[in-house]
């Protein structure tokens, strides 16, 4: 009796890493035929971009509020794309509006983002707080988080790294203090601090439900999914880690993003295998 229930229970498993297996090899298919497309997801971008520069090239006039519009749009084609051109259009907002502090925001992000830490921390302190609106000043908070989080990334191993993580973990609590339980800032923001509580299932039950209400296109499900993939990899679940890498490197391709860390992640892990 007792051989036959355990011949049932390794039949069972083997069934499931075979599943398991053929989601991953599916998976992999649909990313091999992305990457083959890459030339074509990014034609389209520069012809997006290519509209939005002959729209503002054949105005007869534009407004200082008209460009500001049109630099931001040219910006948010180009922040995950060409962080030098963004920096380019936010620079110019800023000119146009002098002390905008909208723009300064961008600006700080993408100066994180190219690994000027300092300089975007100082770009931050320049701004009064007090002068934000409730969105700005959530934007504020998850600017400063990112930077020290990118800053402590690069720090590995170094003795600078904590300070710069308590930085990143005080600025993730005003986060979390005012954004909406549930939104898409709440939950990459409590997930991480979740893993850090030694709670890894709670938040890969929240990561799981709520990467299901976003389009696999975009770079919010990007960025959810690549969570997923290192929570994943934190709880010791490999085959679940490397499909959530594949899933987030399949949408960084698909949004054009020059900076596609769930495919390095995977090609490391595949060549590992």
Same mark, same amino acid.
């Given at each position: 009796?007792?051989?036959?229930?355990?011949?049932?229970?390794?039949?069972?498993?083997?069934?499931?890493?075979?599943?398991?297996?053929?989601?991953?090899?599916?998976?992999?298919?649909?990313?091999?035929?992305?990457?083959?497309?890459?030339?074509?997801?990014?034609?389209?971008?520069?012809?997006?971009?290519?509209?939005?520069?002959?729209?503002?090239?054949?105005?007869?006039?534009? +407004?200082?509020?008209?460009?500001?519009?049109?630099?931001?749009? @040219?910006?948010?084609?180009?922040?995950?794309?060409?962080?030098?051109?963004?920096?380019?259009?936010?620079?110019?907002?800023?000119?146009?509006? =002098?002390?905008?502090?909208?723009?300064?925001?961008?600006?700080? +992000?993408?100066?994180?983002?190219?690994? @000027?830490?300092?300089?975007?921390?100082?770009?931050?302190?320049?701004?009064?707080?007090?002068?934000?609106?409730?969105?700005? =000043?959530?934007?504020?908070?998850?600017?400063?988080?990112?930077?020290?989080?990118?800053? %402590?990334?690069?720090?590995?191993?170094?003795?600078?790294?904590?300070?710069?993580?308590?930085?990143?973990?005080?600025?993730?609590?005003?986060?979390?203090?005012?954004?909406?339980?549930? +939104?898409?800032?709440?939950?990459?923001?409590?997930?991480?601090?979740?893993?850090?509580?030694?709670?890894?299932?709670?938040?890969?039950?929240?990561?799981? %439900?709520?990467?299901?209400?976003?389009?696999?296109?975009?770079?919010?499900?990007?960025?959810?999914?690549?969570?997923?993939?290192?929570?994943?990899?934190?709880?010791?679940?490999?085959?679940?880690?490397?499909?959530?890498?594949?899933?987030?490197?399949?949408?960084?391709?698909?949004?054009?993003?020059?900076?596609?860390? +769930?495919?390095?992640? @995977?090609?490391?892990?595949?060549?590992?295998?």
């Amino acid at each position: 009796m007792k051989d036959r229930y355990l011949l049932f229970v390794i039949s069972l498993l083997f069934c499931c890493l075979l599943q398991a297996q053929e989601k991953i090899d599916s998976l992999l298919v649909v990313l091999d035929r992305t990457i083959e497309n890459t030339a074509q997801y990014e034609q389209a971008r520069l012809k997006r971009i290519d509209q939005i520069k002959e729209y503002f090239r054949t105005r007869k006039s534009t +407004s200082p509020s008209e460009e500001y519009h049109i630099n931001q749009q @040219l910006f948010d084609e180009y922040e995950a794309y060409i962080c030098d051109s963004a920096r380019y259009y936010i620079n110019r907002n800023i000119e146009i509006a =002098l002390q905008n502090n909208k723009a300064k925001l961008k600006k700080a +992000s993408i100066l994180g983002k190219t690994g @000027l830490y300092a300089e975007g921390v100082a770009l931050l302190k320049s701004i009064d707080s007090k002068q934000l609106s409730r969105e700005q =000043l959530i934007e504020y908070y998850i600017t400063f988080e990112d930077i020290y989080l990118y800053h %402590a990334e690069y720090a590995m191993d170094d003795e600078y790294q904590i300070e710069y993580l308590n930085n990143l973990y005080t600025y993730r609590d005003s986060v979390l203090q005012m954004v909406e339980e549930g +939104s898409y800032q709440y939950v990459i923001a409590y997930t991480p601090e979740l893993l850090q509580q030694g709670r890894g299932e709670e938040a890969i039950e929240m990561l799981e %439900a709520y990467h299901q209400k976003l389009s696999p296109d975009t770079r919010d499900y990007a960025v959810v999914t690549s969570i997923l993939a290192f929570i994943y990899q934190s709880t010791g679940h490999r085959e679940k880690q490397k499909e959530y890498l594949i899933k987030s490197a399949i949408a960084d391709i698909r949004g054009v993003v020059k900076e596609n860390n +769930s495919l390095r992640a @995977l090609a490391e892990l595949l060549y590992e295998e």
